[in-house]
T-cell receptor, first 112, second 114 residues
């Protein structure tokens, strides 16, 4: 597949360990947040979302935490698997236009 | 499969030329977003349409334009192409206008300007 080739922060974890990916967002008016996973050569894929009236939301093996005080979002992946290797983006929606704005992304590398 | 279709998948063209990228949103989705992903810029929001009308504008160059048709498909037109326009261009769609709904992405069009 094709690599995006971005110079991204990289998180390297051992298979089976838990991963925590962090994101700082910019707009205090943002009221909806999404984590996306992008594998090489593919478009971003929705993982989990959270609204600003929540501080935690759990999915299957994933948990998103939202700290509005410091405008920080994190994605926790339990029992990380090789198939989790990808670039992870946080995105926010808010403000007057309501468009989806992406963060820089973090590359997750899972070692077998 | 996200349900969002982008064509073509790959496009190679020369500087100064004009190209059109096409996006068919998921069935029933009214909102279409266009993003540019280059090697050093991450996912940059270009423009959003909702039910045929421009809804939001991001870092879109004046050489670029887009539209959404009555059947809700969208086209992104890139003109006077420069080498720096080489990138992946993604289209995404959502049911509403970005108001708290997830967006689904297509597989992207890789544009190479030579």
């Amino acid at each position: 597949g094709e690599s995006v080739g971005l110079h991204l922060p990289t998180l390297s974890v051992q298979e089976g360990d838990n991963s925590i990916i962090n994101c700082a967002y910019s707009n205090s008016a943002s009221d909806y947040f999404i984590w996306y996973k992008q594998e090489s050569g593919k478009g971003p894929q929705f993982i989990i979302d959270i609204r600003s009236n929540m501080d935690k939301r759990q999915g299957q093996r994933v948990t998103v935490l939202l700290n509005k005080t410091v405008k920080h979002l994190s994605l926790q992946i339990a029992a990380t698997q090789p198939g989790d290797s990808a670039v992870y983006f946080c995105a926010e929606i808010g403000g007057s236009q309501g468009n989806l704005i992406f963060g820089k992304g973090t590359k997750l590398s899972v070692k077998p | 499969d996200s349900g969002v279709t982008q064509t073509p998948k790959h496009l190679i063209t020369a500087t100064g030329q004009r190209v059109t990228l096409r996006c068919s949103p998921r069935s029933g989705d009214l909102s279409v977003y266009w993003y540019q992903q280059s090697l050093d810029q991450g996912l940059q929001f270009l423009i959003q349409y909702y039910n045929g009308e421009e809804r939001a504008k991001g870092n879109i160059l004046e050489r670029f334009s887009a539209q959404q048709f009555p059947d809700l498909h969208s086209e992104l037109n890139l003109s006077s192409l420069e080498l720096g326009d080489s990138a992946l261009y993604f289209c995404a769609s959502s049911a509403l206008g970005g108001l708290g709904t997830e967006a689904f992405f297509g597989q992207g069009t890789r544009l190479t300007v030579v």
